[in-house]
T-cell receptor
Framework: GAVVSQHPSRVICKSGTSVKIECRSLDFQATTMFWYRQFPKQSLMLMATSNEGSKATYEQGVEKDKFLINHASLTLSTLTVTSAHPEDSSFYIC??????????????FGEGSRLTVL | AQSVTQLDSQVPVFEEAPVELRCNYSSSVSVYLFWYVQYPNQGLQLLLKYLSGSTLVKGINGFEAEFNKSQTSFHLRKPSVHISDTAEYFCAVSEAGGGNKLTFGTGTQLKVEL
């Protein structure tokens, strides 16, 4: 099956710094990628939809200036948490749609990135 | 807009017993339905999906689910669970032809005990 890789899997940073998380589709072209945030023992909340070559679409309540998303190529999307604070600590997961499969509905998920802001 | 309800936050079950994890959805349009499994500190893995056709869908690891349009349900079942099935299970829905934007339920923690 299709593989999506996320990096880093864990990151610890100081408050006020910025952190970049990468999401790569390894064996397919991902025209669309999604970024989710998951709090402990809770469901995944969609943060934004990232389309290659265009601006991301953010969900209501998500600060686009704080969570910068870039989808510069068909295999890479990045999420940058700017000026991170402890309340940004969370598990961030990306998913990707295989553009070559049409609308099968299936998304492929990365392994997730656990961010801890001290 | 769609919504998903997973009524059971936790389901304890003994090994080799059957299990059913419940999922109900709400939508005004046609939908695709999914079940995903998440092991601790990992991403999500697709168990099975319903797009159209046969309402009984078989997935990986011996799981199956049945789409019931009249009851707007998509319950997940396994006739005999194993310790390794202990994980968090998420039901999700997307609008058919709507570009894969998934809405997740709150998840059900399946705990298999000896």
């Amino acid at each position: 099956g299709a593989v999506v890789s996320q990096h880093p899997s864990r990151v610890i940073c100081k408050s006020g710094t910025s952190v970049k998380i990468e999401c790569r589709s390894l064996d397919f072209q991902a025209t669309t990628m999604f970024w989710y945030r998951q709090f402990p023992k809770q469901s995944l909340m969609l943060m934004a939809t990232s389309n290659e070559g265009s601006k991301a679409t953010y969900e209501q309540g998500v600060e686009k200036d704080k969570f910068l998303i870039n989808h510069a190529s068909l295999t890479l999307s990045t999420l940058t948490v700017t000026s991170a604070h402890p309340e940004d600590s969370s598990f961030y997961i990306c998913s990707a749609r295989d553009g070559g499969q049409g609308d099968t509905g299936e998304l492929f998920f990365g392994e997730g990135s656990r961010l801890t802001v001290l | 807009a769609q919504s998903v309800t997973q009524l059971d936050s936790q389901v304890p079950v003994f090994e080799e017993a059957p299990v059913e994890l419940r999922c109900n959805y709400s939508s005004s349009v046609s939908v695709y339905l999914f079940w995903y499994v998440q092991y601790p500190n990992q991403g999500l893995q697709l168990l099975l999906k319903y797009l159209s056709g046969s309402t009984l869908v078989k997935g990986i690891n011996g799981f199956e689910a049945e789409f019931n349009k009249s009851q707007t349900s998509f319950h997940l079942r396994k006739p005999s669970v194993h310790i390794s099935d202990t994980a968090e299970y998420f039901c999700a829905v997307s609008e058919a032809g709507g570009g894969n934007k998934l809405t997740f339920g709150t998840g059900t923690q399946l705990k298999v005990e000896l």
